[in-house]
């Protein structure tokens, strides 16, 4: 099965509850938004730029469960913002968890080894150390934190942590191998963590996801290639969605950058190119979602947005109309689902009811049309049914020779030209976008920096988002060691 049977079973009942009621709508999946500051500034991310004013806010942890409660979806994908900040975190999975959620942790992967050995540390016992001793050996944890772990003292054994359950899982962001990756999140050294992290995540026990989005730049070859790799790191499964120019991205692209947001993300047309080879993919990695979306994204059917089964929850309240467009935040589900006119978004028959939705086929608006049965074909309950519970794929047996490590993006990222203008030496410099394109040249690799990375820099400069990155810096030291 792609999903554990106990996950497809709770989603399975959810669905079959309210269809039996005949809910017009209800949630499958709550995107909920503890707070909005983030270690890194991901090219095609506007979150920093669209909650600037409320960086330094944070939804409190009651909040949170209440609003997980009051729509009752049977997923939360903890999001952000990087959700590994946000100081109640392990309060919040276990909040999440007592109310019977499955859980996506969605995280950049910076945090995540210093999380996994906060969870050895408070439950470290001799049966742990053959694992312990394996990561040490495989350098994803050093001899002085194996020696701390096994030594523990009482405050780090009384710490709530995020252990390893079949309810919960890592979901990692990686667009792409190595060098893409890098540029994409504007900071050299992160791929290598996140494959660091998923390791040792695997290792210990814990479930594991990837999310990509794909972008103009984005090679499908280097996708598929960055499949086979992940597949044979024993990733549990992936999601993928086609990278849309929503309002608050194209906004950071074109005042933080500099540059043409055509350039970068996709129109429709090109989603249905970059996405031909969706339902092969399918076959052969475990990718989730349902075949309907991914006949959708590869332009054989269209889809009616249910954006309504994915709802927003953040600092401001439930964000409508969806994850990516923001034209008004309500004080309760209820309100949202009942004052939100609905038919005024979203592609019907190919023509665009808002104009801000041509381009959009995201699977936060169209991933839920493929399970709920909109513009329902004979035969999709049975193709759903098949590709969920039949077998997973094996792990890409030979996954691990694909040159996953093909170059770090030093000067050559989205930042560089901003960044040569205000350091001389790095004059020259030219980005992708310059360059026509993303090359992978690997030479002269430089070591990723400390502290903040492209991230201090240039970024989107609120101070109220500096002052908080600098409270966490002091933590951030993973990708530098």
């Given at each position: 099965m792609?999903?554990p049977?106990?996950l497809?079973?709770?989603i399975?009942r959810?669905?079959?509850?309210?269809k039996?009621?005949?809910?017009?709508k209800?949630?499958?999946?709550l995107?909920l938004?503890p707070?909005h500051?983030c270690?890194?500034?991901?090219?095609?991310?506007?979150r920093?730029r669209?909650?600037?004013?409320s960086l330094?806010?944070?939804?409190p942890?009651?909040?949170?469960?209440?609003?997980?409660?009051?729509?009752?979806?049977p997923m939360?994908s903890?999001?952000?913002?990087?959700?590994l900040?946000?100081?109640?975190?392990?309060?919040?999975v276990?909040?999440?968890?007592?109310q019977?959620?499955?859980?996506?942790?969605?995280t950049n992967?910076?945090?995540?080894r210093?999380?996994?050995r906060?969870?050895?540390?408070a439950h470290?016992q001799?049966?742990f150390?053959?694992?312990?001793?394996?990561l040490?050996?495989?350098?994803?944890?050093t001899?002085?934190?194996a020696?701390?772990?096994?030594?523990?003292?009482?405050?780090a054994?009384?710490?709530?942590?995020i252990a390893p359950?079949?309810?919960?899982?890592?979901?990692?962001?990686?667009?792409?191998?190595?060098?893409?990756?890098?540029?994409?999140?504007?900071r050299?050294?992160?791929?290598?963590?996140?494959?660091?992290?998923i390791?040792?995540?695997?290792?210990?026990?814990?479930q594991?996801a990837?999310?990509t989005?794909?972008y103009k730049?984005?090679?499908?070859?280097?996708?598929e290639?960055m499949?086979?790799?992940?597949?044979?790191l024993?990733?549990d499964?992936h999601?993928?969605?086609?990278?849309?120019?929503?309002?608050?991205?194209?906004?950071?692209?074109v005042?933080r950058?500099?540059k043409?947001?055509t350039?970068?993300?996709?129109t429709?047309?090109?989603?249905?190119?970059?996405f031909?080879?969706i339902?092969r993919?399918?076959?052969?990695f475990?990718i989730?979602?349902?075949?309907?979306?991914q006949?959708?994204l590869?332009?054989?059917r269209e889809?009616t947005c249910?954006?309504?089964?994915?709802?927003?929850?953040?600092?401001?309240?439930?964000?409508?109309?969806?994850y990516?467009?923001?034209?008004g935040?309500?004080?309760s589900y209820?309100?949202?689902l009942?004052q939100?006119?609905?038919?005024k978004?979203g592609?019907?028959n190919?023509?665009?009811?808002d104009?801000?939705?041509?381009?959009?086929?995201v699977?936060?608006?169209?991933?839920?049309?493929?399970?709920?049965?909109?513009n329902?074909?004979?035969g999709?309950n049975w193709?759903?049914f098949?590709?969920n519970f039949?077998?997973?794929?094996?792990?890409f047996?030979?996954?691990?020779?694909?040159?996953?490590?093909?170059?770090?993006s030093v000067g050559?990222?989205?930042?560089a030209?901003?960044?040569?203008?205000v350091?001389?030496e790095?004059?020259g410099?030219?980005s992708?976008?310059?360059?026509?394109?993303?090359?992978?040249?690997?030479s002269?690799?430089?070591?990723?920096s400390s502290g903040?990375g492209c991230?201090?820099?240039?970024?989107?400069?609120?101070?109220?988002?500096?002052?908080?990155?600098a409270?966490i810096?002091?933590?951030d030291k993973?990708i530098s060691?």
């Amino acid at each position: 099965m792609r999903f554990p049977l106990a996950l497809s079973l709770k989603i399975t009942r959810h669905i079959v509850k309210h269809k039996l009621r005949r809910t017009p709508k209800f949630a499958m999946v709550l995107q909920l938004e503890p707070l909005h500051t983030c270690n890194l500034t991901c090219t095609g991310c506007g979150r920093i730029r669209e909650y600037s004013t409320s960086l330094k806010d944070m939804v409190p942890l009651e909040q949170c469960l209440a609003a997980a409660a009051e729509c009752d979806a049977p997923m939360v994908s903890v999001c952000g913002g990087e959700p590994l900040i946000y100081p109640k975190i392990e309060e919040l999975v276990a909040g999440l968890r007592a109310q019977g959620r499955i859980i996506y942790i969605c995280t950049n992967g910076v945090f995540m080894r210093k999380k996994m050995r906060e969870y050895l540390a408070a439950h470290y016992q001799p049966s742990f150390e053959p694992q312990l001793q394996r990561l040490v050996s495989e350098e994803l944890v050093t001899e002085k934190e194996a020696a701390q772990i096994r030594a523990s003292d009482a405050a780090a054994r009384s710490k709530i942590t995020i252990a390893p359950s079949k309810w919960m899982y890592w979901n990692v962001h990686v667009d792409g191998l190595e060098y893409t990756h890098d540029l994409i999140v504007e900071r050299e050294g992160v791929f290598k963590e996140c494959v660091a992290a998923i390791r040792m995540a695997k290792i210990l026990g814990y479930q594991v996801a990837t999310n990509t989005t794909v972008y103009k730049e984005s090679d499908v070859q280097e996708l598929e290639d960055m499949f086979k790799f992940l597949s044979w790191l024993e990733v549990d499964g992936h999601t993928i969605s086609p990278g849309y120019d929503y309002d608050a991205a194209k906004k950071d692209m074109v005042k933080r950058l500099g540059k043409d947001p055509t350039e970068f993300f996709l129109t429709r047309d090109l989603t249905r190119q970059k996405f031909k080879d969706i339902q092969r993919w399918g076959e052969m990695f475990t990718i989730f979602g349902t075949p309907v979306y991914q006949e959708f994204l590869a332009g054989k059917r269209e889809l009616t947005c249910t954006a309504w089964a994915i709802p927003t929850y953040n600092v401001k309240g439930w964000k409508a109309p969806c994850y990516l467009m923001t034209d008004g935040h309500y004080p309760s589900y209820a309100e949202m689902l009942g004052q939100v006119a609905w038919e005024k978004y979203g592609v019907v028959n190919g023509v665009a009811r808002d104009p801000r939705c041509e381009n959009c086929m995201v699977h936060c608006g169209y991933d839920p049309s493929g399970a709920l049965g909109t513009n329902y074909q004979a035969g999709d309950n049975w193709k759903n049914f098949k590709y969920n519970f039949w077998p997973k794929p094996a792990p890409f047996a030979r996954g691990g020779e694909v040159i996953a490590f093909n170059g770090v993006s030093v000067g050559k990222g989205h930042l560089a030209e901003a960044k040569a203008a205000v350091n001389r030496e790095l004059a020259g410099a030219k980005s992708a976008f310059a360059r026509g394109g993303n090359a992978l040249d690997s030479s002269s690799p430089t070591a990723p920096s400390s502290g903040g990375g492209c991230a201090s820099g240039t970024g989107s400069g609120t101070s109220a988002r500096d002052e908080l990155l600098a409270k966490i810096r002091s933590d951030d030291k993973t990708i530098s060691s």
